[in-house]
């Protein structure tokens, strides 16, 4: 079982390691071919691969043609998969390989699986192509109507046909279907139906000659097939060696999981080539589970599972897994809401800066437009939001004097930061005042007998909270005064944590701009308003920028505490942790629901070496940090406790607020709804269970 594998094995995390091979081929030459094909299939299972795949016909060769019908290039393919077969009993790894064979009157262009010294089954494929350049129907039969038969030549004897799904009994929810070529052409491929039959990792042996642009077609409809399905999508096409009469060959593989390329090899190779990559089972799981219009189509197109009626044959294989695979082969973003592709992070930018605009300008322009009324503190929140707010005045064709934006220090408000609230209102256009709330909060503290009021220098959770609630109190009474709406700030990192004063400071609002938004995100928008402020139609002045460039190199703080006698000032990530662990955190567990354990082995992966990977554009080289396990579980044990078993009561009152990730949003009327009263017990047992020199 997966717990048995050491904690640094992928298999115990719920991953597979699976392989697309391109090998070169001999024309007509299978024992040629099945030296190739052996070479590749020792080499996968000395890599941890538990699936690999083989191009279309690759045992004989794709474009042979009318050779094929040749009885000895016939009886050697025969001969040389029971080779095959006999010299792989000790390797682990499924192999699917593409073999023509002959079955009743007919021939069909085949997958054979191959698994510990046994042809496991063999799948024909069902759409025979005879149009442009293809003419296979010349040869083969297609294989739709061979549904429950069985392959019997002698010592090649398997169940034969296109309903076959294999199933790994010794790692969960590894279920792999094999289509080839054609059969992901058509309008409804066979692998749609082995998808909602419960297959996880559909594989396609392909030829495929090569045009140009071809390549592009095949990576949208593996991208498609594997995304639409919520599935793994394994690609291996043919490649050098096959004959270029009138065709030629490129050898392209690729591996993608629920939409996203995983690995790829070149294409035009001199040689073999593989792409490996660790699919994520749990995740394929999730995805199913949470979309359950999944299933229900399953039961509209009338699919058949687990029952003697069932719709496809389960053919059982052990993988065995090896306890020396280590690693994660796969991309994996140390912050996950932020991409390290420079492209797709200014898109996301994009993307999530409009997606807060247009929210707020919609509500502004429902409630009869009034006046913007925001805190701002010179913080990376009330920043952001700031310019979220002017960008919608700039939209409506409205004065940007029309927000009305306060700074309201406190017992702790540090010079720099409230220099740089006014300063970058005053950049901005906007209408900036300062309202002092220390006489109101020192009121109050005075009323309730707080030690502070007597000179005593105690700074507890009350002491904190009475200046955010008077901040809270000025705002909505400004509101009122002047015709505004209070803008709240607070993002989706701080909801997570439950990092916010309840019904005051940045747990309240009227609307909140922020709240889809996680922490680790919002540098980078500001960064993106920066460069594209144009663009944005944001226009900034220099001093705007400069500004903001300083906001940018503050270090986190709600100031709510005076700086201690070695001068520190109160920081957020000294209290509840880093932000770039708890944002890692909460990506996995409100995207994916993952168990603490692998989202600490995830954790490790991104973050145990600092100079490995990459990091988002932007990223300041001498900024870049690392954690070791004992920090990263000590925090993901904080994050659990916070998120589970203390904040939700706060997430269940959240004011409204757009969805801009797509892992989700923590509002209870959309993404994630869960009981006020819960607690952390399973997650935290979990993970005492997974790592006990931990347990906590």
Known sequence: MSEDLPFENPYRHGYARVAACTVPVGIADPAANADTILDAARACADDGVAVAVFPELCLSGYSIEDLVMQD?????VEAQLLRIAAETADLPTLLLIGAPLRHGNRLYNCAVAIQRGEVLGIAPKSYIPTYREFYERRWYAPGDDTRGQWFDRGELSAPFGPDLI???????????????????????????????????????????????????????????????????????????????????????????????????????????????????????????????????????????????????????????????????????????????????????????????????????????????????SGGLDSTHALLVVTRVMDRMERPRSDILAFTMPGFATGDATKSNA????????????????????????????????????????????????????????LANQRGGIVIGTSDLSELALGWATYGVGDHMAHYGVNAGVPKTLIQHLIRWVIAHSDES?????????????????????????PAGEDGKVQSTEDSIGPYALHDFALFHVLRYGLRPSKIVFLAEQAWADPDAGSWPAGFPAEDRYGFDRETIVQWLRVFHKRYFGFAQFKRSAVPNAPKVSPAGSLSPRGDWRAPSDGNANAWLAELDAALPEYAG
């Open 166 to 376: 294999f199933e790994a009994t010794d790692v969960s929810d590894l279920r792999v279907f094999a289509e080839v070529c054609e059969d992901y052409w058509v309008p409804v491929p066979p692998s749609s139906h082995a998808a909602l039959a419960g297959a996880t990792i559909l594989v396609n042996l392909s030829s495929s000659p090569i045009t140009i642009a071809r390549a592009e077609d095949r990576r949208i409809l593996t991208q498609s097939q594997s995304f639409r399905c919520a599935a793994a999508y394994v690609y291996a096409a043919a490649g050098q060696g096959e004959s270029t009469n009138d065709v030629s060959w490129d050898g392209q593989t690729m591996i993608y999981e629920g939409g996203t390329l995983l690995a790829e090899t070149e294409r035009f190779p001199d040689g073999p080539r593989r792409a490996v990559a660790d699919i994520d089972l749990d995740r394929l799981r999730q995805d199913r589970i949470r979309q359950g219009t999944f299933d229900d189509n399953r039961r509209g197109v009338g699919i058949q599972t687990g029952s003697v009626d069932s719709d496809f044959r389960t053919i059982p294989f052990e993988v065995g897994v090896p306890a020396s695979v280590t690693g994660l082969r796969r991309p994996l973003d140390r912050f996950p809401f932020v991409p390290d592709d420079p492209a797709r992070l200014d898109l996301d930018c994009y993307e999530a800066f409009n997606i807060q605009v247009s929210g707020l300008e919609q509500r502004l322009r429902a409630i009869g437009s009034p006046r913007p009324v925001i805190g701002v």
């Open 537 to 561: 139609g944001t226009t900034l002045n220099d001093d705007a920028k400069r500004i903001l460039q300083a906001v940018l190199d503050t270090e986190i703080s709600p100031e709510l505490v």
């Open 72 to 76: 000895a290039v016939l009886d050697a």
């Open 422 to 477: 006014i300063a970058l209102a005053e950049a901005l256009g906007v209408t900036i005042e300062t309202i002092d709330i220390r006489p109101m909060a020192g009121e109050i503290l005075k009323g309730i007998g707080h030690p502070f009021a007597s000179g005593e220098p105690v700074y507890d959770v009350t002491f904190e909270n009475v200046q955010a609630g008077a901040r809270t109190d000025f705002l909505f009474r």
